[in-house]
């Protein structure tokens, strides 16, 4: 059943757990994500980024989550990740997602709330949820000074004023994860000081972008057959536990499944050099995302909240 992210984050902010936002591309992914919530009688957010509506085609991408909605009884949304275009938004709110993020965090502050407040007053009246983001994401390096954290971290007193000047539903924020499988170039550090002091000041939920693990038994199953993945860096998962319980309600997850699904069709192919059915090594790629959904519901604890 397809519902709003609102309704999902705010049950998750009053439970303290976290929705998983799992971004599609095509079929195989959004059959991997919803069996694997169904079977965790899990809440779930399919996520769509304006490069996934350029690659699919707007209404393939769309049909395919309103027919797995359709098909399931766990309460799912159609969210767009991180809009940035606003007729890509204008259509996606008059078009069947249940909810948008607009992404304003490259602008300065006012613009940002100007552009936001915009958005939310074109899909308040339609009933589809915005989400806002303020602050830059990028990796908090070991030699980075306390001016410079500063200058990327959301700030808690500009987020207070975003969310009361915008309307917003929930507020990616920037607490020193980034996007992509490179996060970090030393350990791994997330500033929950500031999640908590962002938390302590508003009440909508908040969402933490750029949090994939970066399992890397996966990321040296696919070297192993002939991908060169160096180097990569993810958010460990005690850090993601600790995040949720601090106040974050939605974690956007997109690397991690690339990577199973990459090593999983690379493994496939190698084991099967006669073969030429896109059902074998698809299929294998398809079960290896449903593996890391699994593992991602049971994480943030929303398994058994669909
Ligand atoms: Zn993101």
Redo the contacts with the bound molecule.
């Keep these: 059943m397809l519902v709003t992210n609102k309704e999902l984050l705010d049950a998750a902010k009053a439970g303290v757990y976290a929705v998983g936002a799992f971004n599609v591309n095509n079929m195989e992914f959004v059959q991997a994500i919803t069996t694997a919530a169904e079977e965790l009688r899990s809440p779930v957010i399919i996520a769509v980024s304006e490069g996934a509506i350029k690659y699919a085609g707007f209404d393939y991408i769309v049909d395919l989550v309103r027919l797995a909605a359709r098909e399931r009884s766990i309460p799912l949304s159609l969210h767009l ?2 809009g940035r275009d606003m007729a890509v938004i204008d259509r996606c709110i008059g078009g069947g997602f249940t909810s948008v993020m607009i992404d304003g965090s490259h602008l300065p502050f006012e613009e940002n709330i100007a552009v936001t407040r915009e958005v939310v007053e074109r899909a308040k009246p339609k009933g589809v949820s915005v989400e806002g983001e303020l602050g830059r ?1 990028a990796g908090i390096e070991d030699n980075i000074s306390v001016e410079e954290r500063d200058a990327l971290l959301t700030d808690p007193v500009e987020a207070v004023e975003f969310v009361e000047r915008t309307g917003v539903d929930s507020l ?1 924020i920037a607490v020193g994860t980034s ?1 992509g499988a490179y996060k970090f170039k030393g350990e791994p550090r997330l500033a929950f000081d500031r999640i908590e002091e962002i938390a302590g000041g508003i009440s909508i939920p908040l969402v933490l ?2 949090a994939s693990g970066v399992n890397q038994t996966h990321v040296a199953l696919a070297n192993e057959f002939g991908a060169k993945l160096a180097g990569t860096k993810g958010v460990p998962d005690d850090a993601v536990v600790r995040a949720v319980r601090l106040g974050i309600c939605k974690v ?1 997850i997109d690397t991690d499944m690339r990577i199973a699904f990459l090593a999983a069709v690379r493994q496939s192919l190698s084991e099967k050099p006669e073969g030429i059915d896109p059902r074998s090594y698809l299929g294998s790629g398809r079960e290896a995302v449903a593996k890391v959904v699994r593992a991602k519901i049971k994480l943030f604890g929303s398994a058994g909240k669909g």
């Design positions: 990740d991180h994401l990616a996007h972008h750029g956007n």
